[in-house]
């Protein structure tokens, strides 16, 4: 029972794209100074994720690796924890399923849903550590699910470099998995795959389990507020746990979905490309709430792309991508707090909050 | 009849929203008098207030003082007006000490340093002259909250406050801190000075004002002199009917329900909480437990809860040890629970009102199967307790945060009271809860008392604990040092006596009241 009156909703969405509105006219300004043509480079910008089939596919590939990452940040932050973790979890997601691919296995259509089942093990005890590390110990999630990213990051590319590269070909990537070991395209010759199927069966799948099971009301019991959940006879630490556990098997699965996905079909070091830490933004933006997800996704995966065409299509220095994207995130970010937030709340006729 | 020194007309305040919290308001204080404004919550007495005080901004209606018109901008041009405030909640430095907090922001100065032995001397002239007996030195995060009070008394009357606006001033009050407050008064008025009194407890009201100004639904309803009124001409003006607040006695006392033995409890950093607990609760009675807050009181019921570890000695729900039971299991055994805070502990206010109705029941297969939430149970559940409890909200899918303070409590309770509980803990049960919510709480816990509860009644207001409990026993500094079978006579006096540690019980008299 989300209870999300349409006129709230229809706040947040004027808030978010007042603040999208804004980061782009920033960005033209930016663009404005550093381009020779900079009309150009700003229409490649706006257009060109949507100009041809391979782009729409490039635009759709990251749509569902942000779903996904989305969803993991979405699910620990609806039960309050800031566990930081899906980028490792990703890594030795991605590790896991990789040896599936390279192993007998990898060339039996068991493959694919069986490395994606044991990136998602992977993942989880990656979840599972931090969750339990802060019910037994009071640890920080944030500290050590950081600090478990980084040790995830190491780790495999190491393993990659020293052990997955053909030896003495100074690769910094696997071979090669076999076909039946990469995610069948949905539309030939692009990176439109199997990945986005995933990405929305998910969506569908944590909103059943947040608004529909025992577990999930639990869940955001303990987020609204853990004394009462244990006053009221929930465990909140089991809760909070398990909420790690499944948040990192959803990382996990983006880790398979990495290295299964068209475009890499083998393993590289440092192949998420900090895709897997914009989850964190997917969700704010999101609110948490999983049907959002896809739908910020979507949007915050085409500027993401458009920034990205316009660096290979373009004059704008490749720094200046970073500095328009990370505007981007800060602005809608930050559109929470927003001026005339009051001014827009009476807009919409919506009471804003009294203090009487 | 002399000039008012302060006199708002026909004031109205509109928050953005369309909430009308005053609609043409008036407020006719005269020097020299005490001037007390009563009302429900919700009635815009606080609204008032900070339009008198210059934080917000009345959309119609005039203010003078001293037959000048004025207009605030904030609380500065109030200050300088004359009128002063004291905060329900303190706005005091803790770690500063008493006279560094009452002359903060306008501090003596010699040169460009602090004249502290100025800033002493003014201090304590002041607390002085108008019996406001505080040590200037301690640091006040070292002082009882009387005293703190005292402070912020002081630290208007420093500013030359002429007007002394006291926002629910002995809510956090014992009642001998009462008492000394009600003198400090006095002496402000005799020495001229004016001061406005909030307030919703009737008796300090008769006891201390000369006029009263009813408010209900943002409108005054009156204005009377308090020699004209009763408590119940007065109640019955603030929620414009007939109340009764008086609640029937247990009729029988049945068997033993809990039993606490030698019961020790420690907090987190090895500090002693409670020791040496011994009491005894029937099925069929309500046990009132006083105490000025932190005594103990608060941490027995967290231990019956099963919210805080046990240090020492026993529990014992009908013979069966209590100990090693989880939350859930004490509440499947007919434990319920409300606990002293609703917003920090009763509820969760982002969820909605039929969710944090079925919170304390997610075994039930009403409300779950195999796992998969039954919403239309859960639904019809919540829509049920809405009507018997006669929660006023919007429907069972509106978030919980969005109800007043009464309707928030009436939530607790409904879940609390939904089915007939073997042992009740209830811990301020009407804070900040206006009168019909608070006469329609207290008839609940009857009623749960008269189904065969036993009940802990924990409570700030003595009123209550003598208008509810069938016995009770008082708390100070972590123990049970006096035990009352509880009969008209026993007065709020008398159990603030020992509340305080300035009487002891004997042993025998402690024992009569132990059954």
């Not at chain 2, 007919?334 to 009763?346: K, T, V």
Request: proline letters at 4%; hydrophobic letters at 50%.
């Amino acid at each position: 029972m989300s209870s999300i009156r349409p006129a709230s909703a229809l706040t947040e969405v004027t808030r978010v794209l007042l603040a999208v509105a804004i980061a782009l006219a920033v960005a033209f300004l930016i663009v404005l100074a550093t381009s020779e043509e900079p009309i150009k480079a700003f229409r490649t910008f706006l257009t060109a994720p949507f100009s041809s089939n391979r782009t729409r596919g490039l635009w759709i590939d990251d749509v569902a690796k942000l779903t996904l990452t989305g969803l993991a940040f979405s699910l620990v932050f609806q039960a309050r924890q800031f566990a930081l973790g899906v980028q490792g979890q990703v890594y030795v997601g991605g590790l896991a399923a990789s040896f599936i691919a390279l192993s007998p296995i990898g060339v039996t259509p068991l493959s694919i849903p069986l490395g994606m089942l044991v990136a998602m093990c992977a993942g989880s005890v990656w979840g599972f550590i931090p969750g339990y590390a802060k019910a037994r110990f009071g640890a920080s999630e944030i500290v050590s699910s950081l600090m478990l990213n980084y040790i995830a990051i190491r780790v495999v590319n190491w393993v990659i470099r020293a052990h997955l590269a053909p030896p003495g070909s100074g690769q910094l990537n696997s071979p090669d998995f076999p076909d039946a070991s990469v995610l069948p395209a949905i539309i030939q010759g692009t990176r439109f795959d199997l990945g986005i199927v995933v990405a929305l069966v998910m969506t569908g799948l944590v909103w059943f389990v947040l608004y529909r099971t025992v577990w999930g009301l639990k869940l955001r019991l303990v987020g609204h507020n853990p004394t009462f959940a244990e006053g009221a006879g929930i465990r909140a630490n089991v809760v909070m746990i398990s909420t790690m556990t499944v948040s990192g098997a959803i990382g996990g699965l983006l880790g398979a979905v990495y290295v299964q996905g068209r475009a890499f079909g083998r393993i590289a070091i440092d192949f998420d490309g900090n895709l897997a830490f914009e989850g964190i933004l997917i969700a704010i933006v999101a609110k948490s709430r999983p049907l959002a997800v896809p739908v910020v996704a979507l949007a915050y995966g085409y500027l993401r792309q458009g920034a990205q065409l316009m660096g290979l299509r373009t004059d704008v220095p490749t720094e200046i991508l970073g500095v328009v994207q990370a505007l981007i995130i800060l602005l809608v970010a930050s559109s929470f707090t927003l001026p005339g937030r009051a001014f827009i709340a009476r807009l919409m006729g919506r009471k804003p909050e009294v203090a009487r | 009849m002399t000039d008012p020194i302060l006199k708002a007309t026909g004031i109205t305040r509109i928050y953005p929203g369309g909430t009308v919290a005053n609609d043409g308001v008036n407020l006719t204080v005269r020097p020299g008098e005490v001037h007390a404004v009563v009302g429900e919550n919700g009635a815009g007495k606080s609204t008032l207030m900070k339009v008198l005080f210059g934080l917000e901004k009345p959309d119609a209606g005039s203010l003078t003082v001293n037959g000048q018109k004025v207009d605030f901008t904030g609380p500065k041009d109030a200050i300088e007006a004359g009128i002063g405030m004291v905060f329900q909640h303190f706005s005091l430095v803790p770690s500063f000490s008493v006279y560094e907090n009452v002359v903060l922001g306008s501090e003596p100065a010699k040169g460009i340093s602090f004249d502290r032995a100025k800033a002493i001397a003014t201090v304590r002239e002041l607390s002085q002259k108008f019996r406001l007996t505080v040590d200037p030195l301690p640091a006040v995060r070292r002082l009882p909250v009387g005293q703190q009070q005292r402070v912020e008394i002081l630290k208007a009357l420093y500013r030359d406050a002429q007007i002394l606006i006291l926002d629910e001033p002995t809510a956090v009050l014992a009642p001998q801190e009462v008492e000394e407050l009600f003198t400090a008064i006095r002496a402000l008025t005799a020495q001229g000075r004016t001061v406005i009194f909030i307030a919703h407890k009737l008796p300090e009201v008769l006891e201390i004002s000369d006029r009263i100004t009813v408010m209900r639904g943002g409108k005054t309803v009156g204005e009377v002199e308090t020699k004209d009124v009763d408590e119940s001409s007065l109640a019955a003006m603030m929620v414009g009917r007939e109340v009764s607040l008086r609640v029937d006695r247990a009729a029988t006392t049945g068997e033993r329900a809990l039993e606490v033995k030698n019961l020790r409890l420690v907090a987190g950093n090895g500090v002693t909480l409670a020791d040496d607990l011994t009491l005894n609760v029937h099925h069929g009675e309500i046990l009132g437990l006083v105490g000025v807050e932190g005594n103990g009181q608060a941490e027995l019921l967290e231990a019956i809860a099963g919210l805080r570890p046990v240090a020492g000695g026993s529990l014992t729900l009908q013979g069966t040890p209590l100990d090693e039971l989880t939350v859930l299991e004490r509440r499947d055994r007919g434990l319920a629970s409300i606990p002293e805070d609703r917003i920090a502990q009763g509820l969760a206010t982002g969820a909605s009102v039929a969710e944090n109705l079925a919170a304390t029941r997610l075994d039930d297969p009403r409300f779950v199967r195999r796992g998969i939430l039954n919403l239309k149970g859960i639904r019809d559940n919540a829509v049920a307790l809405i009507d018997r409890f006669s929660i006023r909200v919007g429907g069972p899918d509106v978030d919980v945060g969005t109800l007043s303070g009464g309707n928030m409590q009436k939530v607790v309770v409904a879940r609390e009271l939904s089915e007939q509980p073997q042992i009740l803990l209830v811990n301020q049960p009407t804070r900040g809860v206006d009168l019909g919510a608070t006469q329609f709480i207290w008839k609940s816990i009857t009623d749960a008392r008269d189904g065969g509860a036993a009940v802990l009644l924990s409570s700030a207001d003595l009123q209550e604990l003598l208008a509810l409990s069938d016995r009770l026993v008082v708390f100070y500094r972590g123990r049970i040092v006096a035990a009352f079978v509880n009969h008209a006579e026993l007065t709020s006096e008398t159990l603030g006596a020992y509340m305080l540690g300035i009487e002891t019980q004997t042993p025998e008299a402690m024992a009569g009241a132990m059954r």
